[in-house]
């Protein structure tokens, strides 16, 4: 079955598909979609198209409420099209697509992949659960963010770091975030700030939080402070000290090169 909605802006939108085999629930819209209550799939797989451009105007965005619960069963949910707006949620599903993601703060747990094939705008908040969130277009983080429990940031289309620190290690929550900085990716920032992780005892000790560099990470300026990285930073690529001041404070693989202005 493929049941079809067409919510118009600022209608709550709540669906749970209770019996039955694998089915499509396609929520249409010409303008917002506004994800106000849970939707989820007790029994059976259920894939998910949210597309709120159909009249292609362009106009219509996802926005999905705080603490709302999407779950599929093991079905994807795609929104690889839309802009999606998302803070405190849980997302189950081994695949949500979105073409452009705007995270504010807040806690975003997830268990599956995540993949966006645009930007990534990121203005505060947590993103929680074992999984890689790729991002393919560009990355701008404008807030002190987190990554826990074994997420894996995947930057393919470059990164601005504007201002916060980058926690890695930011709960209880067993197992630390990771930052994979792709080849051909630049990673830029001019912020006097870390990427750090924490330590919760034998369980949860941070000590696997890294950044990987296999792009170039690049340090444009700043005070006096600098950005200093307290976790593993394993560089196969290239860092690129322009100005400012870089200092990297744990454990890492150096086989590519750096460069000092």
């Given at each position: 079955?493929?049941?079809?909605?067409?919510?118009?802006?600022?209608?709550?939108?709540?669906?749970?598909?209770?019996?039955?085999?694998?089915?499509?629930?396609?929520l249409?819209?010409?303008?917002?979609?506004?994800i106000?209550?849970?939707?989820t799939?007790?029994?059976?797989?259920?894939?998910?198209?949210?597309?709120?451009?159909?009249?292609?105007?362009?106009?219509?965005?996802?926005?999905?409420?705080?603490?709302?619960?999407?779950?599929?069963?093991?079905?994807?949910?795609?929104?690889?099209?839309?802009?999606?707006?998302?803070?405190?949620?849980?997302?189950?599903?081994?695949?949500?697509s979105?073409g452009?993601?705007?995270?504010?703060?807040?806690?975003?747990?997830?268990?599956?992949?995540?993949?966006?094939?645009?930007?990534?705008?990121?203005s505060?908040?947590?993103?929680?659960?074992?999984?890689?969130?790729?991002?393919?277009?560009?990355?701008?983080?404008?807030?002190?963010?987190?990554?826990?429990?074994?997420?894996?940031?995947?930057?393919?289309?470059g990164?601005?770091?504007?201002?916060?620190?980058?926690?890695?290690?930011?709960?209880?929550?067993?197992?630390?975030?990771?930052?994979?900085?792709?080849?051909?990716?630049?990673?830029?920032?001019?912020?006097?700030?870390?990427?750090?992780t924490?330590?919760?005892?034998p369980?949860?000790?941070?000590?696997?939080?890294?950044?990987?560099?296999?792009?170039?990470?690049?340090?444009?300026?700043?005070?006096?402070?600098?950005?200093?990285i307290?976790?593993?930073?394993?560089?196969?690529?290239?860092?690129?000290?322009?100005?400012?001041?870089?200092s990297?404070?744990?454990?890492?693989?150096?086989?590519?090169g750096f460069?000092?202005?």
């Amino acid at each position: 079955c493929a049941p079809q909605g067409k919510p118009k802006s600022g209608r709550a939108v709540s669906r749970s598909k209770s019996s039955g085999s694998t089915s499509t629930l396609q929520l249409l819209a010409h303008n917002d979609i506004n994800i106000n209550q849970n939707i989820t799939s007790p029994n059976n797989t259920l894939n998910l198209v949210l597309n709120a451009n159909q009249d292609g105007s362009g106009g219509g965005q996802v926005n999905i409420a705080n603490n709302v619960t999407l779950d599929t069963a093991g079905g994807t949910i795609n929104a690889s099209a839309e802009t999606v707006n998302i803070g405190t949620a849980t997302i189950i599903a081994p695949l949500f697509s979105a073409g452009t993601l705007n995270l504010s703060p807040g806690t975003l747990t997830l268990t599956g992949d995540v993949n966006v094939s645009g930007a990534l705008n990121w203005s505060g908040g947590i993103m929680t659960g074992a999984g890689k969130t790729l991002v393919s277009g560009p990355l701008a983080i404008t807030a002190s963010i987190g990554l826990d429990a074994g997420r894996v940031l995947d930057v393919q289309g470059g990164a601005n770091w504007i201002s916060g620190n980058i926690d890695l290690n930011p709960t209880a929550a067993v197992g630390s975030g990771v930052i994979l900085n792709a080849a051909g990716s630049i990673f830029t920032t001019d912020v006097d700030g870390a990427i750090l992780t924490r330590d919760f005892g034998p369980s949860d000790d941070g000590r696997s939080a890294r950044f990987d560099n296999l792009g170039t990470f690049r340090k444009t300026g700043g005070g006096a402070s600098g950005t200093t990285i307290g976790t593993a930073f394993n560089n196969t690529g290239s860092v690129d000290v322009r100005a400012g001041i870089l200092s990297l404070q744990q454990d890492g693989t150096h086989a590519g090169g750096f460069s000092v202005a």
